[in-house]
């Protein structure tokens, strides 16, 4: 009788330990993840004056809070891309020489439609609809 | 000033006995062969680590974290506080000696066999506090807010979110969010200067404690020596003057290396910034780096960097295991296999870190 009054404490003594870890551990560990915060939902951005973006360059935009790179090719066609490497999250380049998209952490190369053609980058970067109006460039959202 | 001196020492003894710490000095003693003078690299390490916290906590005074006052308050250390650039510089050279120390330490305790019964848990605590010395590197190297470190972050951490279930909250938490901004730099901020030291000393404390109480490792010829052919050194003064002379010797390295190859800080971080040309990690991670950089898009069904990220993960924890793991020896073998898997991956680690610097 004595022995099962002491298991019954022991069992009630272990629960209560478990439950005031978990008290501080859930806690502590939701603290650790970092709130989701509201992304301002972008569907498309201008990015300037036609005109002024030379034939066979490029520049990077701003698309909420992630990078598209816009090239003009030697053509004159536009055209938008994420800008978010697929290997490793770097930032790609245009490289003028080669007409294709380079990325200088690790050597990954993408054509101009954004397939990955060489490298370690496992996916093509992400396509978006340019367009111009009236001599501005528009970059919109695919889908 | 010597009677003061034993004055103080009297005092301390009356009450606390010191009778111990006494007979420790006077009997302990380190083996003297002709492989001693590893036993002075683990010292020069920790000599490394000190300057480090000394250095840092100096840094910390002036440093500023955060997206719009991070490299500015690193610009200005360098450049308007008085020998700024000095202990900056002795801070970055001290920590790139520190992981070559470390290294060199570690491979001499593998190809010695010091890791063999009863040392296997002072590898293993010495393994560990290698990781975190890298940690240390990793976390530190973003805090001036430049290109550089703003990539290495990127790639570094996006190389967590890799491992399958777990990867993608934890390089959420490692990152404060989804992509490196002001708040990844808090966190490393933290991580660095608070986290790190905390869980780093408590480590570095049982590896000593270990150390000494086992005291120095024997190699295997000197065991087999007849006894009175074995030869000693009193640990005190003799070791302890030899190891203050290296410490010295590396001091001078450091400041030289301060005064004549300043840290250079680069441009300021620019999240909207193509990733510059010839950008690479830190030389302690570019056989890692080098390696990824090799792997193909795919490796059978999975991505190639989350074989290569596996791939170091299990090597890693094998080599912290070593201890523990039975490889018989050959007799007709004249280099024993784990040796010669020790040469491989040493071996592997210079030409992948050669190949870096030159491809």
């Not at chain 2, 990220?309 to 018989?328: E, N, R, S, T």
């Given at each position: 009788?004595?022995?099962?009054?002491?298991?019954?404490?022991?069992?009630?003594?272990?629960?209560?330990?478990?439950?005031?870890?978990?008290?501080?551990?859930?806690?502590?560990?939701?603290?650790?993840?970092?709130?989701?915060?509201?992304?301002?939902?972008?569907?498309?951005?201008?990015?300037?004056?036609?005109?002024?973006?030379?034939?066979?360059?490029?520049?990077?935009?701003?698309?909420?809070?992630?990078?598209?790179?816009?090239?003009?090719?030697?053509?004159?066609?536009?055209?938008?891309?994420?800008?978010?490497?697929?290997?490793?999250?770097?930032?790609?380049?245009?490289?003028?020489?080669?007409?294709?998209?380079?990325?200088?952490?690790?050597?990954?190369?993408?054509?101009?439609?954004?397939?990955?053609?060489?490298?370690?980058?496992?996916?093509?970067?992400?396509?978006?609809?340019?367009?111009?109006?009236?001599?501005?460039?528009?970059?919109?959202?695919?889908? | 000033m010597k009677r003061i001196g034993n004055k103080i020492i009297d005092w301390i003894d009356e009450?606390?006995?010191l009778?111990?710490v006494r007979?420790?000095l006077k009997?302990?003693?380190?083996?003297?062969?002709?492989?001693?003078?590893?036993?002075?690299?683990?010292?020069?390490?920790?000599?490394?680590?000190?300057?480090?916290?000394?250095?840092?906590?100096?840094?910390?005074?002036?440093?500023?974290?955060?997206?719009?006052?991070?490299?500015?308050?690193?610009?200005?250390?360098?450049?308007?506080?008085?020998?700024?650039?000095?202990?900056?510089?002795?801070?970055?050279?001290?920590?790139?000696?520190?992981?070559?120390?470390?290294?060199?330490?570690?491979?001499?305790?593998?190809?010695?066999?010091?890791?063999?019964?009863?040392?296997?848990?002072?590898?293993?605590?010495?393994?560990?506090?290698?990781?975190?010395?890298?940690?240390?590197?990793?976390?530190?190297?973003?805090?001036?807010?430049?290109?550089?470190?703003?990539?290495?972050?990127?790639?570094?951490?996006?190389?967590?979110?890799?491992?399958?279930?777990?990867?993608?909250?934890?390089?959420?938490?490692?990152?404060?969010?989804?992509?490196?901004?002001?708040?990844?730099?808090?966190?490393?901020?933290?991580?660095?200067?608070?986290?790190?030291?905390?869980?780093?000393?408590?480590?570095?404390?049982?590896?000593?404690?270990?150390?000494?109480?086992?005291?120095?490792?024997?190699?295997?010829?000197?065991?087999?020596?007849?006894?009175?052919?074995?030869?000693?050194?009193?640990?005190f003064p003799?070791?302890a003057l030899?190891?203050?002379?290296?410490?010295?010797?590396?001091?001078?390295?450091?400041?030289?290396?301060?005064?004549?190859?300043?840290?250079?800080?680069?441009?300021?971080?620019?999240?909207?910034?193509?990733?510059?040309?010839?950008?690479?990690?830190?030389?302690?991670?570019?056989?890692?780096?080098?390696?990824?950089?090799?792997?193909?898009?795919?490796?059978?069904?999975?991505?190639?960097?989350?074989?290569?990220?596996?791939?170091?993960?299990?090597?890693?924890?094998?080599?912290?295991?070593?201890?523990?793991?039975?490889?018989?020896?050959?007799?007709?073998?004249?280099?024993?296999?784990?040796?010669?898997?020790?040469?491989?991956?040493?071996?592997?680690?210079?030409?992948?870190?050669?190949?870096?610097?030159?491809?």
């Open positions: 009788m004595l022995l099962d009054r002491r298991k019954f404490l022991n069992v009630l003594l272990g629960l209560g330990t478990f439950g005031g870890v978990v008290a501080i551990f859930y806690p502590v560990f939701s603290f650790l993840i970092p709130p989701k915060s509201a992304e301002p939902k972008v569907n498309s951005v201008k990015a300037g004056t036609a005109s002024e973006l030379p034939t066979n360059s490029s520049k990077i935009v701003k698309f909420g809070r992630k990078p598209v790179i816009l090239i003009k090719t030697e053509e004159g066609q536009y055209k938008a891309l994420s800008a978010t490497c697929t290997h490793l999250d770097c930032i790609v380049q245009y490289k003028q020489d080669t007409k294709q998209i380079w990325c200088a952490c690790h050597n990954g190369t993408y054509d101009l439609n954004g397939r990955n053609i060489s490298g370690p980058p496992p996916k093509p970067l992400e396509e978006y609809e340019v367009k111009i109006i009236k001599d501005e460039i528009v970059i919109t959202k695919l889908g | 009450r606390y006995d009778t111990p007979k420790l009997h302990k003693k380190v083996p003297s062969h002709k492989y001693s003078a590893w036993y002075y690299m683990g010292g020069v390490t920790l000599f490394l680590f000190l300057v480090q916290l000394f250095t840092g906590i100096l840094l910390l005074l002036y440093y500023r974290p955060g997206e719009e006052s991070a490299y500015e308050s690193v610009r200005f250390i360098v450049t308007e506080v008085k020998f700024g650039w000095l202990i900056r510089n002795v801070h970055s050279w001290s920590a790139n000696l520190l992981v070559f120390f470390a290294f060199l330490h570690m491979f001499s305790v593998f190809f010695s066999k010091a890791y063999k019964k009863p040392r296997e848990l002072t590898w293993v605590t010495g393994f560990i506090i290698l990781v975190f010395t890298l940690a240390f590197g990793f976390s530190g190297y973003l805090l001036p807010w430049n290109e550089l470190s703003f990539f290495a972050t990127k790639v570094g951490t996006d190389i967590v979110g890799v491992i399958p279930i777990i990867g993608e909250p934890l390089r959420n938490i490692l990152r404060g969010g989804e992509d490196v901004t002001g708040a990844t730099l808090s966190r490393f901020f933290g991580i660095h200067v608070a986290i790190l030291p905390a869980i780093f000393t408590m480590f570095l404390s049982l590896h000593l404690l270990f150390i000494q109480r086992q005291g120095m490792h024997d190699p295997e010829h000197f065991k087999n020596l007849p006894e009175e052919k074995k030869k000693y050194i009193p640990f003799d070791f030899k190891d203050f002379l290296l410490w010295l010797v590396v001091f001078n390295i450091l400041i030289f290396l301060a005064l004549y190859f300043p840290w250079e800080l680069g441009n300021k971080a620019d999240p909207f910034a193509s990733a510059p040309k010839g950008i690479r990690p830190e030389w302690y991670f570019m056989f890692m780096f080098q390696t990824l950089k090799l792997l193909p898009a795919h490796i059978l069904f999975i991505e190639g960097e989350l074989f290569g990220v596996l791939v170091f993960g299990v090597a890693g924890f094998i080599w912290m295991m070593i201890p523990y793991i039975k490889i018989k020896n050959k007799s007709d073998w004249k280099v024993q296999p784990l040796t010669v898997i020790g040469i491989v991956v040493v071996a592997f680690i210079v030409i992948m870190t050669i190949l870096g610097y030159i491809l």
